[in-house]
């Protein structure tokens, strides 16, 4: 186990040294997170009481298109110059490599929330009344968004329809996790009465069995 | 049909047998008959308050279910066998698990999108719209059939066949983790769900009504064997076809290559019994 562990924070120093390096999260992913937010002030005419009631959905959805493009880029990654087959080749298990990648995903997706919550705050003028619960929902809700991600990008990985594939195969998996985040931020921002903690309960199983799901299931799918 | 094909593809070029024609024709039948059973035969759903006296009910609303209850059982235990296929898969490794997941989980998903519909035909009279967003079952029901409408887009993607399988095998078994959450929403989340517990339970199921459920679940499970009979052999026959079409570049390979030989071995014995027919050139690559 320790040995898993240590492993999987090798492939994710890797995977977060890339990114560090190219910056293509930072320059691309997160400006469009951001762009998303915006957009959807203007669809629906900046009226600021209809964002903030919305706002928690809203933010949820910019989070989840965001972390797709983060997924098929860590994908990418790993296609290039053969990464995939060096990595397969290294020794290093599969549950090590699923664990590293989804831990550098995992990364990324916290910071684009941090950003995002930046973004509701000015663009849409939400109070949090709850800000432990913002934090825990966002960091749970963050695990099984990048232990789909990664068990699905390796899924469409190698495939030359990959780009319209993986939103197809993983935004269904992510839509209850898309509504209980939603519903614990709307208790965390105070825009509906709801049992948040409960709602990120339900984050936990799911993220849980996704995590447990990916790094079983990652073997078959590096397998040659 | 059942017409003998050149090597390779297998006995026949058809789904179809005497067997699977005869179970087909009662499967059609026991279609017609259970559309007169629930549509003329049965009474509406019609109960009288016992204290206003109004009546009140589903009243033929009620006869889609004889349609929509089976065929939610029908397409739960096509995607149960998909599943079990898709362990095979990744445990047994063999073409046979493999065609069985990918028809199961293309019958279970025409199964599923049927419930979809009836469901929202039923849900217009009786809830007063075609679609609940805050239900549940009907959310969970959605999001189990965009997960099979995922991996049979997987499906139809040109890979390796053996890569292919096990990654539909891993969509197949995290997309059955939804079928729990399906059955059980109405008990776990009784207050966000317009479903009822059990709402065949409510009413007075006896006699005709009784057996024309009965009636729905067997015709329900006809159609679903006989639809499954005939997309396995369809993919069984993809799967001669492909290893037929494997099978001749091998061969069309290695025609190749003893060409090749025959051309080098005519070459070199040329090169050994001198130039006088090549025009002045010698060397032994002539024919390489």
């Given at each position: ?6 492993d999987?924070?090798?492939?994710a ?12 999260v ?44 983060a997924?098929?880029?860590s994908t ?5 110059d053969?990464?995939?087959?060096a ?6 298990s ?7 990648r989804a ?19 000015v663009?849409?003028?939400v109070d ?7 934090v ?5 809700a ?7 991600g ?5 899924l469409a ?33 105070g ?5 948040g ?28 | ?7 390779g ?6 789904t ?117 967003w ?17 991996y ?15 990654r539909?095998a891993?969509v ?9 959450l ?11 769900t ?33 639809l ?35 051309r ?14 090549q025009?002045?050139f ?7």
């Open positions: 186990m320790g040995t898993i562990l240590s999987a924070l090798l492939v120093g890797r995977d977060l040294r890339i990114e560090a390096r190219s910056r293509v930072l320059d691309q992913v997160v400006p469009f997170s951001v762009l998303v937010l915006v957009l959807f002030g203007f669809a629906l005419d900046a009226d600021h009481h209809t964002l903030r009631t919305f706002a928690p959905g809203l933010f949820w959805v910019a989070v989840l298109l965001s972390a797709l493009l997924v098929q880029r990418a990654l790993d296609r290039a053969g990464t995939d087959t990595l397969r080749m290294s020794g290093l599969p549950a090590s490599l699923f664990l590293g831990a550098a995903v995992y990364v990324q997706v916290v910071a684009l929330q941090v950003v995002l919550v930046g973004g509701l705050l663009f849409y003028g949090v009344e709850d800000p432990l619960l913002l825990v929902a966002g960091l749970v963050g695990v099984a968004v990048a232990a789909a990664t068990l699905y990008g390796a990985s190698g495939l030359g329809v990959r780009e319209t594939l993986l939103p197809i195969l993983l935004l269904p998996v992510l839509a209850p996790v898309l509504i209980g985040a939603t519903r614990a931020y709307e208790d965390a921002l825009s509906a009465a709801v049992d903690w409960a709602w990120t309960g339900l984050l936990a199983v799911a993220a849980l069995v996704l995590t447990v799901v990916g790094a079983s299931a990652h073997g078959a799918l590096v397998e040659d | 049909m059942g017409t003998t094909t050149a090597a593809l297998g006995q026949r070029d058809t179809g047998s005497p067997r699977s024609r005869l179970l087909g024709a009662v499967t059609l039948l026991a279609v017609a008959v259970l559309g007169v059973l629930a549509f003329v035969l049965t009474d509406p759903d019609v109960r009288i308050h016992p204290t206003t006296g109004e009546e009140f009910g589903q009243f033929d609303a009620m006869r889609l279910l004889y349609v929509h209850v089976p065929l939610v059982v029908m397409a739960y235990l096509a995607y149960g066998l998909c599943a079990v296929a898709s362990v095979g898969v990744l445990v047994k490794k063999t073409p046979w698990w493999d065609v069985t997941a990918h028809a199961s989980a293309e019958v279970g998903t025409v199964f599923c999108g049927l419930v979809l519909v009836t469901g929202s035909i039923w849900g217009r009279p009786v809830w007063n719209t075609w679609w609940e805050g239900d549940v079952r009907l959310m969970s029901t959605l999001v189990l059939f965009l997960m099979f409408t995922g049979l887009a997987l499906r139809r993607t040109t890979d390796d066949p053996r890569r292919q399988a096990r539909a891993v197949a078994l995290v997309a059955v983790l939804d079928i729990p399906v059955n059980r929403s109405v008990e776990w989340w009784e207050n966000r317009l479903h009822q517990r059990s709402t065949l339970g409510e009413l007075k199921i006896e006699d005709l009504t009784l057996f024309t459920l009965f009636f729905g679940f067997v015709t329900a499970g006809l159609v679903l064997g006989w499954l009979l005939h997309r396995f052999r369809v993919g069984w026959l993809e799967q001669a076809a492909f290893d037929h079409g494997v099978a001749a570049a091998i061969a069309e390979r290695h025609a190749e290559s003893d060409e090749a030989e025959v080098r071995a005519v070459g070199e014995r040329t090169a050994e019994e001198g130039p006088a027919d025009g002045g010698t060397g032994g690559e002539t024919g390489s």
